[in-house]
């Protein structure tokens, strides 16, 4: 692929190999790279997508195929606006913000055949990939947004998708396993996880455990019942 080098937080120095394709370099950048230069900020860069709700924002972390740019486009076609994909920015002070990132979400085919649209209509994600950038348009947030509620999403055996709210120990387990590139925090952050302790003291943190028999609009309809809980509708 190349030699990528992050330095003091500013500044990504590029040497591609020979014949790489440009889709390859843009996804190693705006993927591990980015999360690189966010740690060296003294950001804490989470593996989510963020959804602007009333109170604020409300980060949807997981693993990868876990459903995060699923459930933020189909709330994004019910009217929510999103600030991230992927990555998440977060500051690490008092009054924790959610920054915004790429206009964009990078989706599978089977999603967008969900939300009603056509693969043709969008240009690939990558060489290498199935996936498909979806631009947000009007339905992205372009400000950084107050950090409110975090959901972590989870996939089990279990017959129906739940909603369990974690506590203490664990709830700090689940924020710093969301946490991206997390084997890079140690170096770049000396006080990352009392930041992230801080943090976990003034919000929420959901557990959703989504069964594979329940679909990307129930989940979502799952989420949106839970934000009327809180008054995040």
Same mark, same amino acid.
């Given at each position: 692929?190349?030699?990528?080098?992050?330095?003091?937080?500013?500044?990504?120095?590029?040497?591609? $190999?020979?014949?790489?394709?440009?889709?390859?370099?843009? #996804?190693?950048?705006?993927?591990?790279?980015?999360?690189?230069?966010?740690? !060296?900020?003294? %950001?804490?860069?989470?593996?989510?997508? *963020? &959804? +602007?709700?009333?109170?604020?924002?409300?980060?949807?972390?997981?693993?990868?195929?876990?459903? /995060?740019?699923?459930?933020? *486009?189909? +709330?994004?076609?019910?009217?929510?606006? &999103?600030?991230?994909?992927? =990555?998440?920015? =977060?500051? +690490?002070?008092?009054?924790?913000?959610?920054?915004?990132?790429?206009?964009?979400? &990078?989706?599978?085919?089977?999603? &967008?055949?969900?939300?009603?649209? *056509?693969?043709?209509?969008?240009?690939?994600?990558? /060489?290498?990939?199935?996936? %498909?950038?979806?631009?947000?348009?009007? !339905?992205?947030?372009?400000?950084?947004?107050?950090?409110?509620?975090? %959901?972590?999403?989870?996939?089990?055996?279990?017959?129906? #998708?739940?909603?369990?709210?974690?506590?203490?120990?664990?709830?700090? $387990?689940?924020?710093?396993?969301?946490? %991206?590139?997390?084997?890079?925090?140690?170096?770049?952050?000396?006080? =990352?996880?009392?930041? =992230?302790? /801080?943090?976990?003291?003034?919000?929420? *943190?959901?557990? +959703?455990?989504?069964?594979?028999?329940?679909?990307?609009? !129930?989940?979502?309809?799952?989420?949106?019942?839970?934000?009327?809980?809180?008054?995040?509708?």
């Amino acid at each position: 692929m190349g030699t990528f080098v992050i330095s003091d937080g500013n500044q990504i120095d590029v040497e591609p $190999a020979r014949e790489v394709a440009s889709s390859t370099l843009e #996804s190693f950048l705006l993927g591990p790279a980015f999360g690189e230069l966010l740690h !060296q900020r003294a %950001y804490w860069p989470v593996h989510a997508s *963020a &959804i +602007l709700t009333e109170m604020g924002a409300v980060i949807c972390a997981g693993r990868s195929g876990s459903g /995060k740019s699923a459930i933020a *486009a189909m +709330l994004a076609k019910r009217g929510y606006k &999103i600030l991230a994909d992927e =990555i998440c920015a =977060i500051s +690490l002070d008092d009054a924790p913000l959610v920054f915004p990132a790429r206009p964009c979400l &990078i989706l599978k085919p089977d999603v &967008i055949k969900e939300l009603g649209k *056509a693969t043709t209509d969008f240009r690939s994600a990558g /060489k290498n990939t199935d996936r %498909y950038v979806l631009p947000l348009g009007e !339905q992205f947030h372009g400000q950084g947004a107050p950090l409110h509620g975090f %959901y972590i999403l989870e996939t089990g055996d279990n017959t129906e #998708s739940t909603l369990t709210r974690v506590h203490g120990g664990q709830k700090l $387990a689940a924020l710093t396993r969301s946490t %991206y590139r997390a084997r890079q925090a140690s170096g770049a952050e000396p006080g =990352i996880l009392e930041h =992230i302790l /801080k943090i976990a003291s003034k919000i929420q *943190a959901v557990v +959703l455990l989504r069964s594979a028999s329940t679909g990307l609009e !129930q989940t979502c309809d799952l989420l949106e019942a839970d934000f009327a809980r809180n008054g995040l509708g």
